[in-house]
DNA sequence: GGCAAGTTTGCAGCTTCTGCACCTTCGCTC
DNA sequence: GAGCGAAGGTGCAGAAGCTGCAAACTTGCC
């Protein structure tokens, strides 16, 4: 989720990551500790040890810095579905795509599971971390349409999208108050499978959630 | 989803209800013609002919202005399910227990398009009516825990829910970009439809959408 | 008419966030 | 290794969002 990745950078972009970081991280700490209006700004900064101007270079707002960077996912999710083959139904074309983004998020776990318990704990910014991922709905909508051959304005490509969402923001959810008991994957690939059985209630059909149209992968 | 109900209350709150609906349309009318960032909170509360102050006696933020109230919603939608009878499986039983608020919905549809309009166009408001929804959401999984015998920390029912929730959500999309032309409970019915029968990929089961669980009702 | 409760308002004040100008640092070239 | 241009960091001024408080005004009721 973060850029992370080698340090095949110069020294000045590192250490933006690291002030980038520093930031995120501390924003982070704080308001687990004491809540989201109990931490300004200025604070924030003074933990990264930088003015409350630059925090501002960094993120154009303060709940930006706790949900994380949402554009560099966009891409990725994007250039995984396009990756996925075109017969592969869309709903599970979606999850494969996204099990890049799932990884990383496992191999960022303390980062994340600190994120998630700050972001379920302030509804405000749930509703963040899904306006970040706005524009990558509307860009899944689009390529969703096309594998389909439907029009982005039909009801289809947004409902799978829609529904994908739910499913990854329901996971992550789950992952999260668990501690990170279970893995990630795990979780999120038991969600879609009961997501394509249709959502059977358990009384009904107390094992669909087992079955449904899960991929052995993973 | 506003209060609006028969006018059997008192001159003071009727007035109350007035101005609060006053600067509500102000603030969409506003922001509908020159954007979010290009309205302030004082011209919302000119153009209701109240002081600034006032209008933060009613909205806490200049978002829920424009957003609306969500927590009549939420009694009345659980209300509604409640009334629900427990063998009803649970995706279903959220359908049916929606019915009621969207047909308010479309009781307001002058209000709610309107609305919608605004919001599609400016995510973070998008945000902020889901963030509204969370505690929704929350008594909801409770409920839906309740009736399928289930731990409200399983899977099971914070994924119906959520699901459940996408799927109003992108019809209420679909149904102001369309500008009202279909009616919002039959897009409702759709939806549900189609996530009911498994997101079938319309390429492999093309019919699916259109049978599914659908229920004769509207 | 007059009192109690509820509403509106102005004001002071804090925080978030932006634009601008200045300064420092970095990376590269000659 | 001196020097230059670009990029990053910082301070300051200021707009806008939002809150607490206390004064003024309305309304409902006796």
Chains 1, 2 share one sequence.
Do not use: C
């Not at 995120?24 to 704080?30: E, I, K, N």
């Not at 999710?77 to 099990?99: F, G, K, M, Y």
């Not at 302030?122 to 990558?136: D, F, K, Q, S």
């Amino acid at each position: 989720m973060t850029p992370g990745d080698p340090a095949a950078l110069g020294r000045r972009d590192r250490k933006k990551q690291q002030t980038r970081a520093a930031l995120a991280d501390a924003a982070l700490r704080l308001v687990d500790e004491r809540g989201l209006d109990q931490v300004t700004v200025e604070e924030i900064a003074d933990a990264a040890d930088v003015s409350a101007r630059t925090f501002f270079n960094y993120f154009s707002t303060k709940d930006d810095a706790l949900v994380g960077d949402t554009d560099s996912d966009r891409e990725r999710v994007l250039r995984a579905l396009a990756d996925v083959p075109p017969q592969v139904p869309a709903l599970q074309a979606i999850r494969q795509a996204l099990t890049e983004v799932v990884d990383e998020v496992q191999g960022e776990a303390d980062l994340w599971l600190l994120r998630m318990r700050v972001v379920v704990q302030h509804p405000v910014l749930l509703a963040r971390l899904v306006a970040g991922n706005a524009a990558t709905e509307k860009a899944l909508i689009e390529v969703v349409a096309d594998r389909t051959g439907l029009s982005p304005d039909d009801t289809y490509p947004a409902l799978v999208v829609a529904v994908g969402g739910a499913a990854l923001r329901t996971s992550m959810v789950r992952w999260a108050a668990s501690g990170g008991a279970r893995s990630l994957a795990e979780l999120v690939n038991e969600a879609f499978a009961v997501v394509g059985a249709g959502l059977p209630d358990p009384r009904t059909a107390p094992d669909a959630a087992a079955s449904g149209q899960a991929d052995p992968r993973v």
